[in-house]
């Protein structure tokens, strides 16, 4: 089993940045490396959507909504994945949740592609 734990979030106002983490355990370093990560948000009364991920091969993918202004990375060594956010607006509003991929070779956008999953952590932004 692994377990994701997000932290980061918070209040900030338009054209903030902030950066989340997500910190895996429960599979050592090596099999961590593997795994495809992601992030995901939800806004209320919305659907959870993809926000990015990274693969074993450090390739990204990102959702158009957030190109050029978010960032993922990840550090194999601490089994943890980061999400930096810039520029942020109030449509950015949302829990944001990490999620880990299991299967090899993956970089999927879909939640039900995703075998692990953290609480999520609150991100509000004012305008």
């Known amino acids: 089993q692994v377990q994701l734990i997000e932290s980061g979030g918070g209040l900030v106002q338009a054209g903030d940045s902030l950066s989340l983490s997500c910190a895996a355990s429960?599979?050592?370093?090596?099999?961590?490396?593997?795994?495809?990560m992601g992030w995901f948000r939800q806004a209320p009364g919305k659907e959870r959507e993809f926000v990015a991920a990274?693969?074993?091969?450090?390739?990204?993918n990102y959702a158009e909504s957030v190109k050029g202004r978010f960032t993922i990375s990840r550090d194999n060594a601490k089994s943890t994945v980061y999400l930096q956010m810039s520029s942020l607006k109030p449509e950015d509003t949302a829990v944001y949740y990490c999620?880990?991929?299991?299967?090899?070779?993956?970089?999927?956008?879909?939640?039900?592609?995703?075998?692990?999953w953290g609480q999520g952590t609150q991100v509000t932004v004012s305008s």
């Open positions: 429960g599979r050592s370093g090596r099999t961590f490396s593997r795994f495809a």
């Open positions: 990274i693969g074993w091969s450090y390739r990204t």
């Open positions: 999620a880990a991929d299991s299967s090899f070779g993956g970089l999927p956008v879909v939640p039900g592609d995703y075998d692990y």
